[in-house]
């Protein structure tokens, strides 16, 4: 029995057909026949034995033009006609005349796709525009997509390769430098942010205080927001002060000037790991209200300091302004005795835990304050996972898109790369801080049960409490304590929001 093959409809729909010619180098084009030509009538024979098919009148010639890359005018041209929806079919003389590079290649195969545009090399055949052509595309996606990943690892690996010789390979500018010449050169008044940053935690290790300090002073960060306990702990845990690039939990010497002396950046780093020492009534003790005063002549904080004349002890408060700027920068005294201060906070307390409902009103607020801080932390720790798994994946796209990028927007890419790895690195560290501060309110929220029960036996207990838990409770109870020294007045703020000012 004879078999029957089925035979090309009579009318098929009409294709757009643009002939692409290309030449490497520019000899002989200036020819009455050239390469071009040659290969645009090689082109033209087939599309005329193609029923239905036409060449469109725009020529598409780049003579002189490399296919190691696609940065020529004719190609350009093209694909943005196929993008319009101008064109059917491209037609070429070989493979290579489109592309030699085959993540190139394969690019723009998936854009003529995005366009129902088709391809077709006249003496390979190879077309898109059959089942077979589209196989072998896939197959070749196959590959460009291992290179791509390829060439995205050998970026990182370069990148890796230039921090380990000390190199600033991009990312967030960190506070006390600026970029020159892709090198990183110290910023003189913001360095003198990290040393005050330094030296104030070294000497009293409290995040609370240098915050306090830096905000009441008018420091802003490198994105000129207010300090944060999380940005001053960025600074004191970078090891690019004191002159490294830090890479996978190791040190490398950088070639950038040093900010902080490598054995100041450990000690803090040693202070920071060991657990702050539990000190008890005496000499030794905190003080009562270390982190708690403000200056009421200018607003700045003001520390609370030591000293001894033989055996006996003065504790004083100084305004930060006037320690750093000097007579005339603020109206408060040198020193304000800080004595006098502690016994107006303390019988505002006093007189406040005699009112009845005081302990109850106190235990209410302050675990109203811990709901709502809960509450906050735990929409947070919800929502970060999300927004470290988006950020995440612009990283593994934009490791994609450096290895196909050409060499003027790879450099781009990679610092785009390195900002949203920093980006990631911020969340996640957050993301712990969030759990760690969730896992520390439970001991907090117990806590208030202490308070209260210690508010409704103030002045039976407040004499024999501790340094330690009167420090404790009144951390707990205060603010903040505004010191008026002018007219003698101390101002004092409760965590409840309730206020009272007594005369010192």
């Known amino acids: 029995m004879k078999r029957q093959t089925s035979q090309p409809s009579a009318v098929e729909a009409p294709k757009r057909c643009a002939i692409y010619t290309r030449k490497s180098t520019s000899a002989g084009l200036d020819q009455a026949f050239n390469s071009l030509d040659a290969q645009r009538d090689a082109c033209l024979s087939y599309v005329a034995r193609q029923a239905g098919w036409t ?21 350009q041209r093209l694909m943005n006609d196929v993008d319009a929806g101008a064109i059917d079919v491209i037609v070429v003389y070989k493979v290579d005349r489109l592309s030699r590079s085959l993540l190139d290649f394969v690019n723009t195969m998936e854009r003529l796709a995005k366009a129902e545009a088709a391809f077709v090399s006249v003496t390979q ?38 921090r380990k010789k000390g190199h600033w390979t991009g990312g967030p ?41 830096l905000n009441g002073a008018g420091r802003t ?44 950046l450990d000690r803090v780093l040693g202070m ?15 003080h009562l209200l270390r982190g708690l005063v403000r200056c009421g002549g200018c ?21 930060g302004t006037y320690q750093k700027k000097g007579a005339g920068s603020c109206p408060t005294r040198a020193r304000v005795p800080a004595a006098p201060i502690e016994e107006v906070v303390v019988g505002m307390l006093r007189d406040q835990a005699r009112e009845p409902a005081f302990a109850a009103d106190v235990g209410v607020k302050l675990r109203a304050r811990l709901g709502e801080q809960r509450a906050r932390l735990e929409a947070e720790a919800a929502t970060l996972p999300r927004t470290i798994g988006e950020a995440s ?112």
């Open 393 to 504: 994946s612009r990283v593994h796209s934009l490791g994609i898109a450096v290895g196909d990028a050409p060499d003027a927007a790879r450099r781009v890419l990679t610092r785009r790369l390195d900002e949203e790895s920093e980006i990631v690195a911020r969340q996640e560290d957050r993301l712990a801080t969030v759990r760690r501060e969730l896992h520390d309110l439970d001991g907090v929220e117990a806590e208030v049960g202490w308070i209260e029960g210690t508010l409704k036996r103030f002045d039976a207990i407040w004499d024999v409490l501790t340094e330690v838990n009167r420090v404790r409770l009144v951390r707990a109870l205060v603010r903040a304590v505004v010191v008026d020294a002018a007219h003698e007045q101390v101002h004092v703020e409760l965590a409840t929001g309730d206020a009272g000012a007594r005369a010192s």
């Open 125 to 162: 055949n190879f077309s898109t525009a059959d089942a077979m052509g589209r196989l072998t595309m896939r197959l070749l996606a196959s590959f460009a997509e291992f290179e791509r990943e390829m060439i995205s690892e050998r970026t990182r690996d370069k990148i890796v390769a230039a």
């Open 221 to 264: 960060t490198k994105q000129a927001r207010r300090f944060t306990k999380d940005a001053v702990l960025r600074v004191l845990k970078n090891p690019i002060y004191a002159g490294f690039i830090a890479y996978g939990g190791e040190r490398y010497a950088g070639e950038h000037d040093v900010i902080i002396p490598e054995a100041e």
């Open 299 to 319: 607003g700045a904080a003001m520390t609370v300091e030591t000293t001894r004349n033989g055996r006996r002890t003065y504790r004083y408060v100084r305004c």
């Open 173 to 213: 500018v960190p506070l006390g430098y600026r970029l020159e010449g892709g090198k990183l050169v110290i910023d003189d008044a913001e360095a003198a942010i990290v040393r005050d940053i330094f030296r104030e935690y070294a000497a009293h290790r409290s995040l609370v205080r240098i915050v306090s300090q």
């Open 55 to 75: 060449v469109v009148p725009e020529r598409y010639d780049d003579g002189g033009f490399t296919g190691a890359n696609t940065d020529r005018p004719a190609f």
């Open 272 to 286: 920071m790991t060991k657990p702050a020492r539990v000190v008890g009534r005496g000499a030794g003790a905190d």
